[in-house]
C-alpha cells in the first residue's frame, strides 16, 4: 500500500505491519486503522500513476470540472483499479481477524507503542498534508478572486517597439524532446524545424501544470508566490498597446483561473467556449478566424492566442486532423506526437497570416508545461518529478528573422515577462527587458507544486519512437 500512495522506502511497509499488529488489541484503535487506510486507499490509482499527494493535485482538484473529472477516471481502469481493490480485500481480511488476546498491560504497551510509531508515519504525513493543501487551496483560490480587482503597479513605463503587431501564442502540455525541431526522430515538426527564427532548446516552464505554471509565467514571480496583478497584459495595456485575448480553453467565470484572471485584463477577450475547457469541443485553427480582422486595425497591438493544443486526451484533440504517426501500441502516443504536428501547422498558419497582413510582427510561443509519456495504463499524463515535465519549447518568429537560429542556453519561463518586454519594446521600474540572445547560464529552478527544486536534480526519461 505505501508504494502505491508514493511512499516507495522499504521501512514504510514494516510501519504499516507495526500499526495493523499493534491495532489489533483492542476494537476502537483497529477502526480507527482501518478507517484511516481505508482513506488513504481511495488515493491510490492516483498515487500510483504521479506519486505522493502535493498541493497541485489539490488545487487542480478544485478546479477540475465533470468531463474533466470523468476523462480522469477512465485512468483508474487497469492496474490502479486492481491495486486499489486489493487494498480493500486486504483491509476487509484483516478486519475479521480476532483480536489478539493480551492482558491488560501488554495492551496498553501496545496501544502505546501504535502512538509512537504513528507520530511520524506516513499516514498522518498524508493526511496532515492533505488538510493543509485543501486549507491552503481555498486561500489561494480566494486570493486569486481578490487579485483580479487590484490594479498593477507597473511604474516608469516607457515604449518603442519596431513591431506593429506582436502575437504570443501560449501551447498547452507539449513537451519538448516530442518535437523534432529539437531532435525527435519522428518529423512532426517540418515546418519549425527549418523556419527562420530564435529557438530555444532549453526552455524550462515554472511548474508542471496551467494552474500553477501560467500565473508564475505571465505574472511577476519569484517562484513560490507571484503577483497576479502584475502580468503581461497589464504591462501591455501600461505602454499603449491594445491587447486581445483570443482562447480555446474555456470560460467559466471571469475570476475562476489564472488565465482568466489575467485574460479579463485585455482590452479585448474572445472565449470560443462558454463553459469548462472541455464543455466542448473546439478546434484550434477556430481561433486563427478571428486574427485577419483583428491585425488589420490600425492600432499597435498584443495579441494572446491560448491553445488547448495537446492537453490530455490528445486524441481529442486532433478532431479530424491526420493521424500521420503509428509506431506505438499505445494510441494516446501516436495522438500525442500527432497532435504536435497539429501544432507545427497551426503556428505555419499564424506566421503567413501575419505576413500577408504586410505589418511588422514579432510572433512567440511556449507551452505552459511538459507531459510524461510513457508505456503505462495512462501514457500521456500530467507528472512533476522528471525533466520532461518541465522542459516544453520556446521560440520567436518575426518578419524581420532571416535565419534559423538556435540558443542552448537554458533560461527559465519566470523569465518570460522580461523577453516579452524586450521584444515589446517595454520597460518599466520592475521589468529588465532580456534578449535570449545574451542570456548567460544559471541554475534553473521550478515549482514542482509544493516547493522550488532544482531543474537538474529532476529524473530524465528518453523520448519514445
Not at 23 to 42: E, Q, R
Not at 152 to 166: E, G, H
Not at 440 to 465: A, C, R
Request: charge should be positive.
Amino acid at each position: 500500500m505505501p508504494s502505491c500512495l508514493g511512499y516507495k522506502n522499504v521501512g514504510n511497509y514494516f510501519l504499516t505491519l507495526a500499526i495493523l499488529l499493534l491495532a489489533n488489541v483492542s476494537k476502537p484503535s483497529k477502526i480507527f486503522v482501518l478507517t484511516i487506510l481505508l482513506l488513504l486507499s481511495l488515493y491510490i490509482p492516483t498515487g500510483f500513476q504521479f506519486g505522493r499527494l502535493n498541493y497541485g493535485f489539490i488545487i487542480s482538484a478544485m478546479e477540475t470540472d465533470s468531463h474533466e473529472t470523468r476523462e480522469f477516471l477512465r485512468g483508474f481502469v487497469g492496474i490502479p483499479l486492481v491495486l486499489m481493490l486489493a487494498c480493500w480485500i486486504s483491509l476487509y481480511r484483516y478486519s475479521t481477524l480476532p483480536l489478539f488476546k493480551v492482558g491488560k498491560k501488554a495492551k496498553y504497551l501496545c496501544l502505546l507503542l501504535l502512538i509512537s510509531v504513528s507520530i511520524n508515519s506516513y499516514p498522518k504525513r498524508m493526511i496532515q498534508d492533505g488538510i493543509g493543501y485543501i486549507y491552503q487551496s481555498k486561500k489561494d483560490l480566494s486570493t486569486l478572486k481578490k487579485e483580479a480587482f487590484i490594479p498593477d503597479t507597473f511604474s516608469k513605463v516607457t515604449t518603442n517597439s519596431q513591431y506593429n503587431n506582436i502575437i504570443v501564442v501560449i501551447g498547452e502540455s507539449v513537451t519538448a524532446n516530442y518535437l523534432s525541431l529539437y531532435g525527435y526522430p519522428h518529423d512532426d515538426t517540418p515546418w519549425l524545424r527549418k523556419a527562420p527564427g530564435i529557438f530555444l532548446n532549453n526552455y524550462i516552464s515554472a511548474a508542471p501544470n496551467t494552474f500553477l505554471s501560467l500565473p508564475r509565467t505571465l505574472s511577476i514571480s519569484d517562484g513560490k508566490e507571484k503577483t497576479v496583478n502584475n502580468n503581461v497584459v497589464a504591462l501591455a495595456n501600461r505602454a499603449g498597446y491594445d491587447t486581445y485575448w483570443i482562447s480555446n480553453q474555456g470560460f467559466v467565470g471571469e475570476y475562476d483561473t489564472p488565465s482568466t484572471v489575467i485574460a479579463m485584463r485585455a482590452k479585448h477577450h474572445y472565449f470560443l467556449k462558454k463553459g469548462d475547457y472541455n464543455s466542448k469541443l473546439v478546434d484550434d485553427f477556430s481561433m486563427l478566424d478571428l486574427l485577419p480582422d483583428i491585425l488589420k486595425k490600425p492600432e499597435k497591438k498584443v495579441i494572446f492566442i491560448h491553445m488547448i493544443g495537446s492537453h490530455p486526451d490528445p486524441c481529442k484533440r486532433l478532431m479530424g486532423y491526420p493521424q500521420r504517426f503509428i509506431f506505438s501500441e499505445k494510441e494516446p502516443i501516436n495522438c500525442y506526437v500527432s497532435s504536435i504536428n497539429k501544432l507545427d501547422d497551426f503556428l505555419h498558419r499564424t506566421y503567413n497570416i501575419s505576413k500577408e497582413n504586410k505589418k511588422s510582427f514579432v510572433m512567440m510561443y511556449f507551452s505552459d508545461h511538459g507531459m510524461t509519456v510513457d508505456n503505462s495504463d495512462r501514457p500521456v499524463r500530467h507528472g512533476h518529478t522528471e525533466k520532461q515535465n518541465y522542459h516544453v519549447p520556446f521560440f520567436v518568429l518575426a518578419d524581420d528573422l532571416k535565419e534559423h537560429t538556435q540558443i542552448d542556453t537554458p533560461i527559465s519561463a519566470f523569465q518570460f515577462i522580461n523577453i516579452f518586454g524586450y521584444y515589446a519594446g517595454i520597460t518599466s521600474q520592475q521589468i529588465n527587458p532580456i534578449n535570449v540572445l545574451d542570456t548567460k547560464p544559471k541554475n534553473i529552478q521550478v515549482f514542482n507544486g509544493t516547493e522550488m527544486v532544482d531543474y537538474q536534480g529532476l529524473s530524465n526519461s528518453t523520448p519514445l519512437y
